[in-house]
């Protein structure tokens, strides 16, 4: 039963964290551009979706919303490293840093306190009668548990995560999908287009962030709470599973990187739930996660310079 | 057409360093010329590509266009009606996109990037027909990444993709220049058949002195950021390879190299 359980975690965990992987797939793979900001980002969506769901807002408005919110915060990258100049972590940096104060008011505020401005917490607690993905159509049709399964949870992750990954297919195919590569690749091809190179990396930076703070929605529905701890580790959990996918299923032509990404982000967690059931405490996750993370680098580094050799 | 007037151009400004490569030089270019440039390294020829397309801005001057000052307007804003073939093949396409995303891409040039189809179908044969003016079996690998392919062919592409959408002025950058001999000669005649196929205005700058004999409408030899010579119509078609190198040498003998 309790690798049932553990499996069950890892599967919702891997689509949950498939969603902001697919964002760092936009931005860490095909912008070539490491997006610290992130760390931030999926608090802002949890935050807001939270807020929102305590309002009474339904949950799939909420979601759109949070996604908005995080696009105007990659934008906020974007524009830093684009228009000012200042180096792509360094920017991601400063919008992660801002969005801490950002996040902590939206909290209190949403909490209907009043900001004192000391001493806060951002933590906004999703109320058991607040509208949830969770507890209201489509999902509902679905039976709560199985076998003790959470097969509700399990298949609107899922589903949600498909959604993303379609929709993502068919935007990389249209020619705002293909600048974008375009730019990643070959900045100077795209200004020879008669292109900004730099507003199609701002467009990519919006989207890759619109996508962590929806899956920062999605952790804050199904947790029944938005806090603190979210954000942390973010980034390395996004781009080892970006690595990760592209690393071990890359060579399969039939196969969409999106496709590849969701897969990378399920072996991740996979990863971290095989070391919960050998009995690792959970207060090593952290530590875990940096090592799998240098392991994905070494690898895809291995593979990498051996196609190059080739 | 295109008109440089008292362009200044310094290096490392306001450091001990500082160069000047440009003082106010002058340089234009009449609508339908084709103008080879040659010069040592350091005589100015890649600058000037660079300040007319708009990657460097100068310190002084003007660039007019047709009459109107583009001095300050941004590369990729120039890049609307000036096209541009660089040395290294790799920059002129990606990597990562077919030929066909290349070309999808290259012929949506001053039309909107929107929501719409990456590749329309329609125009496949379009594209394929224009690889076959290249003649080095591209048009049968529609579906390869460009990557994949050699350097010659990399750099037909980007010759062609530049040409894709109407251009007024077509800068080639040492175009040839990174490719061996038998590809460099496939490249340059592709050139010269699209320029006179467009009767595009077009300015290149090439190391290969018999390139610029053989090729184009007239001639210019830069130096230490001046033009020494000169050369259209009958003058440059009786000049030859000699004759450059004459000149070519006695300058470098002059500046010690």
Known sequence: MAILSSLEVCLEDGFVYAILAMGFYITFSILDFPDLSVEGTVLTGGVTCAVLAEMGVSPYLSMIVAFLVGCLAGSVTGILHVKLGIRPLLSGILVSTGLITVNLVAAVVGNGGSFSGDGALSNVTIARGSPTIFRVFPFTLLPETVAQVNLRKLLSFFVIALIVKLLLDVYLKTKSGLLLFATGDNAQFTTMLARNPGSSKILGLALGNGLAALSGALIAQSRGNANQGMGLGMVVIGIASVIIGLSVFGKLRFMKPTTMVIFGSVIYQACLGVASILGVPSAYNKLIMALLFTAALVLSGRLGRKKQEA | ?257
């Not at chain 2, 310190?59 to 660089?86: C, H, M, Q, T």
């Not at chain 2, 224009?130 to 037909?156: F, I, P, Y």
């Not at chain 2, 009786?238 to 300058?251: E, G, K, P």
Request: proline share 2%; aromatic share 6%.
């Open chain 2, 1 to 257: 057409m295109l008109e440089l007037q008292d362009i200044t151009k310094k290096f490392m400004k306001g450091t001990p360093d500082e160069t000047t490569l440009f003082d106010y030089f002058s340089f234009s270019v009449k609508k339908g010329e084709f103008v080879s440039v040659v010069g040592s390294n350091g005589s100015g020829k890649t600058t000037m590509l660079n300040l007319i397309c708009g990657t460097y801005q100068p310190d002084g001057g003007k660039i007019l266009f047709e009459g109107r000052d583009i001095s300050r307007l941004p590369e990729y804003k120039r890049a609307a009606f000036i096209g541009r073939v660089f040395q290294d093949p790799k920059a002129g396409t990606c990597s990562n996109l077919t030929i066909l995303e290349n070309m999808a891409l290259a012929d949506n040039k001053n039309k909107a990037f929107g929501l719409s189809r990456g590749v329309n179908k329609k125009r496949i044969d379009t594209y394929r027909s224009l690889l076959e003016t290249c003649d080095m079996g591209m048009e049968n690998r529609l579906q390869t990444k460009v990557g994949a392919l050699s350097g010659g062919q990399r750099q037909a592409l980007a010759l062609v993709i530049a040409n894709m959408t109407e251009l007024k002025l077509l800068i080639l950058d040492e175009h040839t220049a990174a490719l061996d001999p038998k590809s460099s000669e496939r490249i340059m005649q592709l050139t010269d058949r699209l320029i006179r196929q467009s009767g595009i205005t077009a300015l290149m700058v090439t190391h290969n002195l018999r390139f610029a004999i053989e090729y184009g409408s007239r001639l210019v030899m830069m130096h230490q950021g001046q033009v020494v010579l000169d050369k259209a119509g009958t003058e440059k078609q009786n000049a030859s390879v000699d004759d450059l190198l004459t000149v070519f040498n006695s300058i470098s003998i002059e500046s010690g190299n």
